[in-house]
């Protein structure tokens, strides 16, 4: 069964400093893997996405993941942190090749960004 | 920007009512979604449609019903709201391949007093 497991519930970083969203998952094959983000009282938008082409992937909003399958991680970074970037960050696994979407969630870290 | 639209973003309703939360989507995707997320918590997917006609229950079990209709609708149903369905709802879409990106609405706060 595909499961994902975000390490940290809350990070706190200071404007400007680099951000660090650890993600990891499992999976019994190659998983589509999946960043999205929650402002408050809004609904979720997709960060990026890897689906077995590049291993490093590019966001929006300067964000990037690494997919890592020998440290089963997907770890979300960005080099500077702006106070826009506090939300809710979700990592997401997508099941099994073929069917429906079924995306497993992973319980949320949420980022505090202080002046 | 995804095309996906819920209505209402938000409802307080009195208990035992009956009530409909809107999904629509204009992006013609075969596949829709509604997630259930308390506050805090993360999110569970409680229904899924393949298509018109095709509806399945998810992982969460859920008191509500849904229709698909229409491609670019599924609404989802409480016959008798309960304090125990207060949550946020989310609606979701994606086309059929597998790995495609799921679109989400801006999501439906549901209290039920």
């Known amino acids: 069964a595909q499961s994902v497991t975000q390490l940290d519930s809350h990070v706190s970083v200071s404007e400007g400093t680099p951000v660090l969203l650890r993600c990891n998952y499992s999976s019994s094959y190659s998983p589509s893997l999946f960043w999205y983000v929650q402002h408050p009282n809004k609904g979720l938008q997709l960060l990026l996405k890897y689906t077995s082409a590049a291993t490093l992937v590019k966001g929006i909003n300067g964000f990037e993941a690494e997919f890592k399958k020998s440290e089963t991680s997907f770890h979300l970074t960005k080099p500077s942190a702006h106070m826009s970037d506090a939300a809710e960050y979700f990592c997401v696994v997508s099941d099994r090749p073929g069917g429906y979407n079924k995306l497993i969630f992973g319980a949320g870290t949420r980022l505090a960004v202080h002046p | ?113």
């Open chain 2, 1 to 113: 920007e995804a095309d996906i639209y819920q209505t209402p973003r938000y409802l307080v309703i009195g208990t035992g009512k009956k009530i409909t939360l809107e999904c629509s989507q204009t992006m013609g995707h075969d596949k829709m979604y509604w997630y259930q997320q308390d506050p805090g918590m993360e999110l569970h997917l409680i229904h899924y449609s393949y298509g018109v006609n095709s509806t399945e229950k998810g992982d969460l079990s859920s008191e509500s019903t849904v229709s698909r209709i229409r491609t670019e609708h599924f609404p989802l149903t409480l016959e008798s709201a309960r304090p125990s369905h207060t949550s946020q709802y989310l609606c979701a879409s994606s086309e059929m391949n597998s790995g495609n990106t799921i679109y989400f609405g801006e999501g439906s706060w549901l209290t039920v007093v």
